[in-house]
């Protein structure tokens, strides 16, 4: 061990003397008190001073780095209590408008939250977390504070399927509320349709069309859509009556189930005489 120093000492002795040579020199020129020695000092400290002060604008890289995931940290949890913030919002609007409906609804409202939907242009549904549970039974109207939304097709305990007024096997006696024309509501695929409608009818663009009192399954005076196109269909009677539903079928999120049912006593009456 002793020799292995050694060997490193008379390799590196240059260095070593240089080293020694030049502590020796600094502890010389902090302990002298002269005045050429003070005037050194300060001399070196001034210029040692102004060389930091004139590369003081190199950033420091691992500060920076430091800052920087500190901030990024900072704008993540931002954005999500602004998300957070939007979510209440909307949901504070959406709930507010199902009150205001559910003190005014002369039919019992049962709320209930979407928990999937099944969108594939032709039959539309949506399912919802309540049930027989609930007192949800098949046939009962399915709403929003904008309109209709369907019905009740398939009940569970804890669950329930909705079929919804975009469905081709969907239909619903409508009428127009300003001039009380009636037809039948359906949806072809592509296009909501208020058919047979004769082409003497009185139909504008922009006509609310509601739910009919001719309709055994809803009640009467809920709001399904507005007209939104009227063209001919040719060698036919009747018009072409396209409309756009006035509640947002695809992005509801909380909707109520109507406890009503069709007339039983009706329908047996109907269908005798049929």
């Known amino acids: 061990m002793i020799q292995r120093f050694y060997q490193y000492f008379f390799l590196f002795k240059e260095y070593v003397v240089l080293v020694l040579l030049v502590s020796i020199s600094l502890v010389l020129l902090v302990i002298n008190d002269n005045t050429q020695i003070r005037q050194i000092r300060s001399l070196t400290v001034g210029t040692i001073g102004m060389i930091q002060q004139t ?144 082409k003497m009818q009185d139909v504008k663009e922009g006509d609310a069309v509601i739910t009919s009192e001719y309709s055994n399954a809803f009640p009467p005076g809920i709001k399904i859509g507005v007209v939104r196109a009227i063209s001919e269909i040719p060698n036919s009677l009747y018009k072409k009556i396209e409309v756009v539903p006035v509640a947002n079928l695809t992005q509801s999120e909380e909707v109520f189930v109507m406890d009503y049912f069709p007339s039983l006593e009706r329908m047996a009456l109907e269908l005798q005489k049929k």
């Open 55 to 198: 590369f003081s604008f190199i950033p420091n890289l691992s500060a920076l780095q430091r800052e920087n995931e500190l901030l990024r940290k900072v704008n993540v949890n931002l954005a999500d209590e602004v998300n957070q913030l939007r979510e209440a919002r909307l949901e504070n609007i959406r709930l507010r408008s199902m009150i205001t409906l559910q003190e005014t609804s002369s039919v019992k409202l049962v709320s209930a939250k979407v928990v999937a939907k099944n969108l594939n242009l032709l039959r539309n549904t949506l399912t919802l977390n309540i049930g027989t549970n609930d007192s949800v039974h098949i046939g009962n109207p399915i709403i929003t504070g904008e309109g209709l939304i369907g019905r009740i097709v398939a009940v569970s305990p804890g669950f329930s399927i909705g079929q919804m007024i975009v469905n081709v096997d969907f239909r619903a006696s409508a009428k127009i509320q300003r001039s009380r024309v009636d037809g039948i509501i359906a949806w072809d695929g592509k296009t909501l349709l208020l058919k047979n409608v004769s």
